[in-house]
């Protein structure tokens, strides 16, 4: 009886002690999976000026009449909302390949914070979750942001703010003014897990955590 017992214990210590085991590696692969997801900032879209579309818009020349007496009303308002998206690209290069399970990660939130020429402005999150596959193609996730550039750029004046939301959002706009100082959140088969530290998300190249 006491050798059945001896056995059944040590057989179910041995059980148990895989299973942690197997665990323990199942929690490594995943840390190092999530530490390998990449960010950078595509490109901006869709940008609005005071209700103004200044997407084909290439320099304050090339504005309406109308189009300019709005902004320089809003201007005078001292009011200079703007609406646009900023398209943010995430890979996973977990593809089964250089040492890497091939692993579908879904990024379930990103708090972020965005800085134009070096300025905080406004923040807020994902919304809604987004898969990113292992095959080593980027997801484009579009953020869509809103903010007052008077609030923020009054000191530039008129001038300044529209050249730098033709910058941001003109014809040959680009987000190279931009960045993004992130938090991802990522989602694993034992739950969400975030980041240890912020990262800066820019249009240079990828970024890694």
Known sequence: MNRTYRFLATATTALLFAVGCAQVRDITNALTNISRL????????????????????SEPSRLSIG?????????????FPAEFVLNVDAKNPNTGTNG??????????????????????????LGSPVSVPGNGQSVTIPLRMGL???SFFADK?????LNLALALGGVNGSAARVKLDAMPSVGTPF???????????????????
């Open 67 to 79: 189009d300019a007496l709005s902004l320089t009303n809003a201007f005078a308002r001292k009011s």
């Open 100 to 125: 890497t399970r091939q692993t579908a990660m879904t990024l379930n939130d990103l708090d972020w914070r965005l800085l134009i020429d070096d300025k905080q402005t406004i923040n807020g999150g």
């Open 191 to 209: 739950g969400a897990i975030t980041y240890p530290g912020r990262i800066v998300i820019m249009d240079k190249s990828f970024t890694a955590s």
């Open 157 to 161: 004046g008129y001038d300044g703010i």
């Open 148 to 150: 007052d550039m008077y």
């Open 38 to 57: 990449q960010f950078k900032l595509a490109n901006v879209s869709g940008f609005r000026l005071a209700g103004v579309d200044l997407s084909k818009v």
